[in-house]
């Protein structure tokens, strides 16, 4: 894969590419393919005793060609002029479909006219497949101009965001903060488009999470910057806005990589998407107290999970404390802290409750008793809601 470097932007297609990756190519396509396979397929029925001449419906299939083939044509050269990618390419892709046009329409004229020669029919499939790869090739480059503009408006949102992370003043913050948000908004935009005609289903997925991580966090970075500039002295406000700055990174990388469909080794977005470090923690956390009963050991559990829940409840505790934070807010952070204590507690002691049913030996064991018990599976959910309720 050829690797294009333009306006500090990376594409990653390669120009002389015939993949397909969206719908909307393979709409456009569709009806030249269908036409061109119906022509060629058209008196080739074998040997006839009919007396050989000339093929009313070749000659009106080969005229729907051409007339499909002019319309790309002229859509060709329309974007290849308003285009400011790939335009030299997309000038040549427009003259090879010129070219294998006017040989198409020669070959399958002289096919029209002698539909039983297997030698005329032989060059009018080899037209068609030229013109066919022409038009392939046409399409693809439009659609590779297409994503250059996505690429272009994602990397106008890539500037603005370091600036909202590195703005000195909060009156500089305000400033770059109001001109990001128009910025992303039209970025999303573009990315649902791109998303919707996106052939392949993990791209599209990619497409989705990276722009739900975007939209979610560019506030989240807002705010834990302002943080920052009221507090400059306290370290974890700064690497909360530094941790949600990677994810807004990760998801700016997911767009390009989705809207090129390529691959990416980046598993960031696939994490769970919150507000920064202590978002993260909770997702985790919402894993780590669903255990399986049989494997349970108050020893090895509950000191884990308490000590993990308090450090979280910490990392809430200094959202609380911001100045930042509103009364209602700060009051709800507290109530959500001690509910999601009490509901670990409740957690525990159903576990525990549970215990002696699987170390006794001697009882034989309902197939329901290898799974968590109602109560238990209701405390699980309760404590995750609590947890969530803290971001």
């Known amino acids: 894969m050829t690797t294009i470097n333009t306006a500090n932007i990376n594409f990653k297609w390669d120009p002389k590419s015939l993949e397909i990756r969206t719908l909307a190519v393979e709409r456009l396509l569709e009806p030249l393919v269908t036409q061109v396979t119906t022509l060629v397929n058209s008196s080739n029925k074998g040997p006839s005793n009919k007396k050989k001449g000339r093929s009313k419906k070749a000659h009106v299939l080969a005229a729907s060609v051409e007339t499909a083939t002019q319309n790309f044509l002229e859509k060709g050269e329309k974007i290849a002029k308003e285009s400011q990618f790939l335009k030299d390419e997309l000038t040549a892709a427009v003259e090879d479909v010129r070219k294998q046009g006017d040989s198409m329409r020669q070959a399958s004229g002289e096919f029209a006219e002698d539909p039983c020669s297997s030698v005329k029919r032989g060059n009018m499939v080899r037209a068609a497949r030229a013109l066919l790869s022409a038009v392939t090739h046409l399409l693809v480059l439009a659609d590779m101009s297409d994503v250059y503009k996505l690429l272009l408006q994602l990397k106008l949102v890539e500037d603005n965001l370091v600036k909202v992370r590195n703005a000195g003043t909060e009156q500089d913050l305000g400033i770059q903060y109001k001109a990001l948000k128009p910025e992303v908004d039209k970025l999303n935009i573009m990315a649902a488009k791109r998303q919707q005609e996106l052939k ?68 960031a977005l696939s994490q769970p998407a919150g507000g920064g470090e202590l978002a993260y923690a909770l997702n985790n956390f919402d894993k780590q107290i669903i255990v399986d009963p049989l494997a349970f050991s108050e020893e090895r559990f509950r000191p884990s999970l308490e000590e993990r829940l308090e450090s979280i409840i910490s990392g809430a505790a200094l959202m609380a404390d911001s100045s930042c934070t509103r009364d209602d807010r700060r009051e709800r952070i507290v109530a959500e802290c001690n509910s999601v204590r009490q509901a670990l507690q409740d957690l525990l002691s159903e576990y525990m409750g549970n215990l002696p049913l699987f170390t006794v030996p001697s009882i034989p064991l309902n197939p329901s008793l290898i799974h968590p018990a109602p109560t238990t599976k209701l405390n699980t959910k309760k404590c995750g809601a609590a947890a969530a309720a803290l971001v």
């Open 200 to 267: 392949d289903v993990h791209h599209k997925d990619q497409m989705a999470a990276a722009r739900g991580v975007l939209q979610r966090n560019i506030p989240m970075l807002y705010t834990a910057s302002r943080a920052c500039l009221q507090h400059p002295d306290v370290a974890a406000y700064k690497a909360n806005r530094d941790l949600i700055y990677k994810q807004l990174q990760h998801a700016v990388s997911g767009i390009s990589n989705a809207a090129q469909a390529t691959t990416t080794e980046d598993s």
